[in-house]
């Protein structure tokens, strides 16, 4: 099934780019609107959020547990994947987490928890990357 494996990693590249994109829109949004003319400017946050990188985590999550089905492939490369996944997916609901804090109190100070989100969203994702090519045929 070429056009599942397709489906699968066009959502992974979609979630991943939204992973590495969200801390610096969240950095960039806290302490508030320094300029009030740039209200209203651009995709809101947290929209971007609900609307692209979470559909796009679900996709590829559903995606990718019908390859497993389909292909029937079992090994421990494929926990090791699955172990990085889950940290992609708690990196996911951290960020969620924070727009939340941020939309509540806009004066927070986020650039640490962005910094070691944004570094383990990016490790997880090689990671998951080298297993898949690494990955016993």
């Known amino acids: 099934m070429p056009w599942l494996l397709s489906v699968h990693i066009a959502f992974l590249l979609i979630w991943c780019a939204a992973l590495f994109y969200l801390p610096g829109l969240i950095a960039g949004r806290a302490g508030g609107d320094r300029d009030p003319s740039s209200r209203g400017h651009g995709l809101p946050l947290r929209q971007l959020f609900n609307l692209l990188a979470t559909p796009a985590a679900l996709f590829t999550i559903a995606s990718g547990t019908l ?3 389909v292909q ?3 090994g421990a490369w494929l ?5 990085a ?3 992609m997916v708690l990196c996911h609901v951290l960020y969620g987490a924070l727009i939340l804090h941020l939309e509540h109190a806009p004066q927070s100070a986020v650039t640490v928890p962005c910094i070691a989100l944004a570094t383990a ?3 997880a994702a090689l990671c998951v990357v080298w ?3 690494a990955r016993p045929l």
């Open 67 to 69: 390859l497993f089905l």
């Open 72 to 74: 029937g492939t079992l």
């Open 79 to 83: 926990v090791l994947k699955l172990t």
């Open 85 to 87: 996944v889950a940290v």
């Open 121 to 123: 969203s990016a490790l």
């Open 131 to 133: 297993l898949v090519l």
